[in-house]
């Protein structure tokens, strides 16, 4: 089974509209953390918004905001006043905190490409 | 600069080839991850590094291999190079649990083998 899965391949918005990008997660591991990157045509990889586990809000960071839903093992990704610049390909990714283990990797969904149009 | 430094940007070499992909990570980091991104597996974790020794293997092939040296920067090295090794290898981060923003990516490594 697929540990994150993002089932939007391509979407598209309007310019100054919101956005919202799906995650589904998988996992048995009661402490772990979810993450947005973003990948525009450059190839680097950015950082944009981090949820962890036990956190009782939903994180914001400028225009981002990750709608938490644990009980649906759910971790979208909320883009307001979408720009030119959004357009790139955005990964939902987890860390999962085994105990007595040592492995922090980061699990990748096949990400989502957002083209904003003007 | 995101702080980690991976060399070369671009490398093409032919198959059956072998090279080597470096990188240097954030200050104070210890831990070292290297992922492959490809058209097709999308972002695969390949092998973690923390403070010099191996930490966690992924979906990494045994013509892989890599290292953490003791001043912590790393080398991925990829042998016997076949067309389908062709992709984006990047370089991660992290202090010692990883953290809420503790990943740093690197620039990327772009492999196209011939």
């Known amino acids: 089974a697929q540990k994150i899965t993002q089932t939007q391949p391509g979407m598209f918005v309007q310019e100054k509209e919101a956005v919202t990008l799906d995650c589904t997660y998988d996992?048995?591991?009661?402490?772990?953390?979810l993450f947005w990157y973003k990948q525009p045509s450059s190839g680097e990889m950015i950082f944009l918004i981090y949820q962890g586990s036990y956190d009782q809000q939903n994180a914001t960071e400028g225009r981002y905001s990750l709608n938490f839903q644990k009980a649906r093992k759910s971790a979208n990704l909320v883009i307001s006043a979408s720009q030119l610049g959004d357009s790139a390909m955005y990964f939902c990714a987890m860390r999962e905190s085994r105990s007595g283990g040592s492995n922090y990797k980061l699990t990748f969904g096949k990400g989502t490409l957002l083209t904003v149009n003007p | 600069d995101s702080g980690v430094t991976q060399t070369p940007k671009h490398l093409i070499t032919a198959t059956g080839q072998r090279v080597t992909l470096r990188c240097s990570p954030r200050?104070?980091?210890?831990?070292v991850y290297w992922y492959q991104q490809s058209l097709d597996q999308g972002l695969q974790f390949l092998i973690q590094y923390y403070n010099g020794e191996e930490r966690a293997k992924g979906n990494i092939l045994e013509r892989f291999s890599a290292q953490q040296f003791p001043d912590l920067h790393s080398e991925l090295n990829l042998s016997s190079l076949e067309l389908g090794d062709s992709a984006l290898y990047f370089c991660a981060s992290s202090g010692e649990t990883g953290g809420n923003y503790g990943y740093t990516f690197g620039s990327g490594t772009r492999l196209t083998v011939v």
């Open positions: 996992t048995s591991d009661p402490s772990y953390g």
């Open positions: 200050s104070g980091d210890l831990s």
